[in-house]
């Protein structure tokens, strides 16, 4: 018995991407692809159980409010989503408690599972810095994610009451001690070649722990969503971020 | 208001490395030292609230009964335990009800938390292998700890229903793909100048996650141990393993 | 001034993407396409210095003799080369001594560099052992690569008399500490999202030293095939091998 | 025939560890242990070919004098050498011809390997950057050994002309991308538990390439001392650094 899926957003770089996903793995059937024009109709007509969104804020709201009214599942990626949007999702799902809606900014699974690991290892270790790998083009420096898994690591450190990291430099040239983020250092590599990677180092007496996350192309996202796909119907409700599917 | 600490087996290898831990922390105070021989009342005259215990499975159950009747907390490294061991200690702690026992097989922070990242990790990825690397005068391989950390990823695979891992390998060189432990492939690496390092890998769709553990010199142990002395008066009963302490 | 360049199999996987890397480039102008069934005569016509031939080992010779006899450089990634081969394209060059032609087996500058590398340091290290990490598909283990840098390791060890390396294991799980590639332990890793990865790692007293190779896509040999385009003018006579390019 | 060796400063921390790598190793023979105070003699009464220094810069110029007059080899690790003090030991060595002098800033092989291995990559990848990891109690960061890898690097890339590497960044915090050492980022990581590791990190379309050096304890200069010991009756005359005697 195979999950009956939609996809909407199917000819996107990303849906697309979920297309060939669903289409690799026997235990889903891709049963209908909704694209900018299309009515929605046909997610109900050709029995989807859930629905795969990426595609634009502007588009998505209405997409859950018809989905939720025809108890189908969704499993969201598209950005745009403030306490509001969350608050009315919630609204819809009062008449329909059996539906699960789950809304990730990031489905990279070793991604997310490198920040949980990150902030249960925080509180064990004195020293903890964040190097971060990606490929010229990029324009900020160091990523979104580099910078919040820092705050992560921080939070647990603030919280347990931790020292600062000891740190005896006293002449050091100007940057080569990374950024400072809440007290965590992070280094940005900027590598022709390289796609997106991230070293997160904790060191103690005689030991260090690395959690290293390399991503090696453009669909990385690809596993986390199939995830959210087979979970969501036992995740009620709504559901903000893949953490709890993933036993985090 | 510091801990006041004893240590038994206080010149031991192990523990003269656990002294010297106690004296580098302020929150922590060194009250007696403890050798064979030595009568173990100067434990209860010096005010100890707890004993490191790093020493022969012949002496530990006395010393353990001792310093429960004189409620006094343990955290405990001695090799040897047994059901019917831990069951007695059980037994002794059923009248001091507040007192914390803990014995560990390792107290190496990173090494405990690598194994309970990779449990954590196993469900979500279609690889998973394992290599070591020990200086090479180490006469067993794949290390325990690696045996350990593929029989943890194993169970949870099999407990999820995953299928084998994808492996297309149909002309190899003998040993080339490692050891089979319960089906996940381990390598061990000997080499001059290292000490103890594992590379757990996990990998799917254009991603991978590194869980990378080093230890460099031979007190690795120590924060673990420090980490059991502050927090044991918080767990009364015997608690078998460093986990539960660490919030895993 | 910019070299012109003619592609010689144009159309294929290879060729598109050497095509691609001249386009990209301003010191390179791209002045003919030539996939098969096409006349060769368009070389000469557009002026083209220097050809690149990526096609097959069927046609590469017909081409070879063209070019040296319009006195056109060539950089060649063919395969099928044979010593009987070899001897012909030397006696075609007879008549054009300022012709440069480079045949080359692996255009990839980081896998051509981290075999050298190997070489140069195998003689100062007590242990050295290679992993290649690769996706599940491949169906051979250890890689061709791997093989070849063992090899290389280990004829420099035999010439400079070594002893065989420590390794106290006397107790092992089956395949646990690798192949045997002449005296050099080989591991291979299979791994889903992984593309083409090799640690090769020299251990001695107090040190290792680790060269890591990663191929993150499948153009990794353009670099390569660019630095002959470049140079090959200035090496006359057939050069087998890009090392001699490299400065190896 | 094993090589007889006096050791000059045998009781320091360092010489001490000099001694014990030439009694672990079957080719070479103690014969002198030479320290503050005592009689050079020593050397010539025991049949010394080969000496050791490791001392100070006040006692080391008459050391080589009387070793040089005496036909006795050298290998000196003992800092402040001037181009004074070399053209004075150039002068000795006129009326001893065969007499090998190895003066070296650095015995670590990995280190001095991983250097030479980036200078000859330095030119065939358009990115570069180096990233240091020491203990905490380091007082300059970044390290005096990754600054000389980055202007190494930087020295090789001016002479072929390259372009600045490429980095798009335009919105950074302060310190993520490193300090700039001749256009070369550095990364400084401060990290209990660690010792000295350094990664000289390459990359080029598709591919990177990463050389890891690591030191994992304080005797990591031994193997280089002995390779001098071994072979610098092999190199009459002056020689300043490790690099010829390891065929770079």
């Known amino acids: 018995?195979?999950?009956?899926?939609?996809?909407?957003?199917?000819?996107?770089?990303?849906?697309?991407?979920?297309?060939?996903?669903?289409?690799q793995n026997d235990d889903l059937e891709l049963v209908a692809e909704v694209d900018q024009g299309?009515?929605?109709?046909?997610?109900?007509?050709?029995?989807?159980?859930?629905?795969?969104?990426?595609?634009?804020?502007?588009a998505v709201m209405g997409t859950l409010e018809f989905c939720i009214a025809n108890g189908i599942h969704a499993v969201v990626g598209t950005t745009g989503f403030t306490d509001e949007r969350y608050e009315k999702v919630r609204e819809w799902l009062k008449d329909s408690p059996e539906v699960g809606v789950l809304i990730a900014p990031n489905f990279a699974i070793s991604a997310v599972l490198a920040m949980a690991f990150a902030r249960q290892a925080a509180a064990f270790f004195e020293s903890a810095e964040v190097i971060e790998y990606h490929h010229p083009t990029k324009?900020?420096?160091?990523?979104?994610?580099?910078?919040?898994?820092?705050?992560?690591?921080a939070a647990v450190r603030r919280e347990a009451g931790m020292d600062p990291m000891p740190d005896a430099t006293d002449q050091a040239l100007d940057g080569s001690r990374?950024?400072?983020?809440?007290?965590?250092?992070?280094?940005?590599?900027?590598?022709?070649?390289?796609?997106?990677h991230e070293d997160i180092i904790f060191g103690t007496q005689d030991q260090s722990l690395t959690i290293r996350q390399d991503s090696y192309g453009r669909t990385s996202f690809v596993p986390g969503v199939l995830t959210g796909v087979r979970k969501v119907a036992d995740y009620p409700g709504l559901t903000i971020g893949l953490d709890s599917y993933l036993g985090l």
Chains 1, 2, 3, 4 share one sequence.
Do not use: C, W
């Not at 000819?11 to 996903?21: E, L, Y």
């Not at 965590?184 to 900027?190: D, G, L, P, S």
């Open 1 to 23: 018995m195979s999950i009956k899926v939609g996809v909407v957003g199917a000819r996107g770089r990303v849906g697309s991407a979920v297309v060939d996903g669903v289409n």
């Open 38 to 58: 299309d009515d929605l109709q046909v997610l109900v007509d050709n029995g989807a159980e859930v629905i795969v969104d990426f595609t634009q804020p502007s």
């Open 139 to 153: 324009l900020d420096a160091p990523s979104g994610t580099a910078i919040k898994t820092a705050q992560g690591i």
């Open 178 to 196: 990374g950024a400072d983020v809440d007290g965590v250092k992070v280094h940005a590599v900027r590598m022709t070649g390289m796609v997106a």
